[in-house]
C-alpha cells in the first residue's frame, strides 16, 4: 500500500481551515442574497458581509471602512497598482518596484507602461532582499506615483526590510503598496503602507477572495469602470459565503500564527540543514535567517526541474518550482533570476497547519535518492 500523498505547497494554496468549512457551508444557508437590497434575507446577508469585514479589518490592524472583497488576490494586485498610479496621476506616472514582485504585480506594471507610463525596477541581493540604497534612490526620483513591494519573497520566502522602504517612500512623500499574500495570517504585518493586498486560499481560506486593504488619505482612484459596491474599489457582486469563510478562516490563522510559525520554522531549519547536507550539489536559497516560517526554497543541479517535480509527485509530494524547464514556462522564475542563483532543478516547499514532522521526515529521507536517480538517467554520476 502506498504511503499517503504529502501537500507541501501552501505558498500556492493553503488546505481549506476547517473554520473555513464550517462558516463556508454555514453561509451558503444565509448569504445567498444581495447584502444590497432592503428585505430581510438581504439584511442577514448585510449583516454577515459587515461582520467579515470588520473581523478582517481587525486582524489586518486597519478601518473596516478601509477593506474591499475581490474576486482574488490577482484582482486585488491589479487594482492596486493601476488604482495607486491613477489616483497619482497629476504628479507622475513611474511606478517603482522590486525585481521580484509576484507576476500579478509585474503583469499591471506592463499594463502600464504599455499605455505609456513608466516603471523603475530595483534590484535585490542573492539572498533575494531589497537594495535599499536603490530603492531610497528610485523613490526619490521626480513624479514616482506608487512603489510597490511584496512583504516576503513568494518564491524564496526573504522577508523584505519593508519598513525601512517605507520610511524612504514617506520622505519622498510616495505612496507604499505591499503585497503581503504570504504573510497575512502568518506573521506580523509591517507598518508604513498605503495600500495592502492578500489572498484568502494561502491562509486556509477558500480560493477566489482577494482583500484590497487602501488606507484613509490614500491617493486611489478604481481602474474598473464605476460599481457603487465595496466602496466603489472592485467591481461586481462578492461571492459572500466565501467572503464569511476567508473572514473566519484568518481569525482562527492569526490567532495560531504564532505558535504555527515557531512550530514550522524549527522544520523549515531541518530541511535547510538536511537537503545541503545530504544532496550533492545543491543550493539553498533566500536569506537563512530573516524569512518566512514555512516556506524553503532550493536548487539541485543536475536536474531538470519539471521531472524532479513528477519524481516527487510520483512518491506522494506535492511542491512547487520556480526552476527553469517547468511546464508553465521555458524561462527560470523572474525571482531567482534577479537573485542570481542557480535554478535548475528548483523545489520550493512550503508548510501549513496540516504538515507533520513525519511528512518532512518522509520527504528528506526520500529526495536524495529520488535526485541520484534523476541525475543516473540523465547520465550524471560519481558525485
Known amino acids: 500500500m502506498s504511503a499517503s500523498p504529502v501537500y507541501l505547497d501552501a505558498a500556492t494554496a493553503a488546505p481549506m481551515h476547517p473554520v473555513a468549512r464550517q462558516a463556508l457551508l454555514a453561509a451558503l444557508d444565509d448569504g445567498w442574497a444581495d447584502p444590497g437590497k432592503l428585505y430581510t434575507q438581504a439584511r442577514r446577508a448585510r449583516q454577515l458581509l459587515d461582520a467579515a469585514r470588520e473581523a478582517t479589518a481587525l486582524t489586518l490592524g486597519v478601518r473596516a471602512d478601509e477593506v474591499s472583497f475581490t474576486p482574488s488576490g490577482t484582482t486585488a494586485a ?10 497619482r496621476r497629476r504628479v507622475g506616472s513611474t511606478l517603482v518596484h522590486s525585481a521580484i514582485e509576484h507576476s500579478a504585480v509585474l503583469h499591471a506594471a506592463e499594463r502600464h507602461v504599455g499605455a505609456g507610463g513608466s516603471a523603475t525596477e530595483v534590484p535585490v541581493d542573492r539572498l533575494g532582499r531589497l537594495d535599499l540604497a536603490a530603492w531610497s534612490s528610485a523613490v526619490r526620483a521626480p513624479g514616482v506615483a506608487l512603489a510597490a ?21 514617506a520622505d519622498a512623500g510616495v505612496p507604499l503598496y505591499v503585497d503581503a ?14 495600500v495592502l493586498t492578500a489572498s484568502a486560499h494561502k491562509w486556509g481560506g477558500p480560493p477566489g477572495v482577494g482583500v484590497l486593504a487602501v488606507r484613509k488619505g490614500a491617493r486611489w482612484e478604481s481602474p474598473w469602470p464605476a460599481d457603487e459596491r465595496e466602496s466603489g474599489r472592485t467591481p ?19 490567532a495560531d500564527a504564532a505558535a504555527e510559525a ?24 533566500g536569506d537563512p535567517v530573516l524569512r518566512l516560517p514555512h516556506l524553503v526554497t532550493f536548487s539541485c543541479l543536475y536536474v531538470d526541474g519539471e521531472a524532479l517535480l513528477h519524481a516527487l509527485d510520483r512518491r506522494g509530494f506535492a511542491v512547487s518550482s520556480g526552476s527553469s524547464c517547468t511546464s508553465s514556462t521555458l524561462r527560470p522564475s523572474h525571482v531567482l533570476e534577479a537573485m542570481g542563483v542557480l535554478s535548475h532543478g528548483n523545489v520550493r516547499v512550503s508548510l501549513h497547519r496540516e504538515t507533520t514532522e513525519a511528512d518532512v521526515e518522509r520527504f528528506l529521507t526520500e529526495l536524495p535518492g529520488i535526485v541520484a536517480g534523476l541525475r543516473a538517467e540523465a547520465g550524471v554520476v560519481g558525485l
Open 78 to 87: 491589479h487594482g492596486a497598482v493601476l488604482g495607486g498610479l491613477a489616483g
Open 149 to 169: 513591494l511584496i512583504t516576503a519573497s513568494h518564491e524564496v520566502g526573504t522577508v523584505q526590510p519593508v519598513a525601512e522602504a517605507a520610511a524612504a517612500c
Open 181 to 194: 499574500a504570504q504573510s497575512v495570517g502568518r506573521v506580523p504585518l509591517p507598518a508604513g503602507w498605503s
Open 236 to 254: 461586481g457582486v462578492v461571492n459572500l459565503p466565501a467572503v464569511v469563510a476567508a473572514a473566519a478562516s484568518l481569525r482562527a490563522a492569526a
Open 262 to 285: 515557531t512550530r514550522l520554522a524549527a522544520l523549515v531549519d531541518r530541511v535547510r540543514e538536511r537537503v545541503a547536507a545530504e544532496v550533492p550539489d545543491v543550493e539553498v536559497v
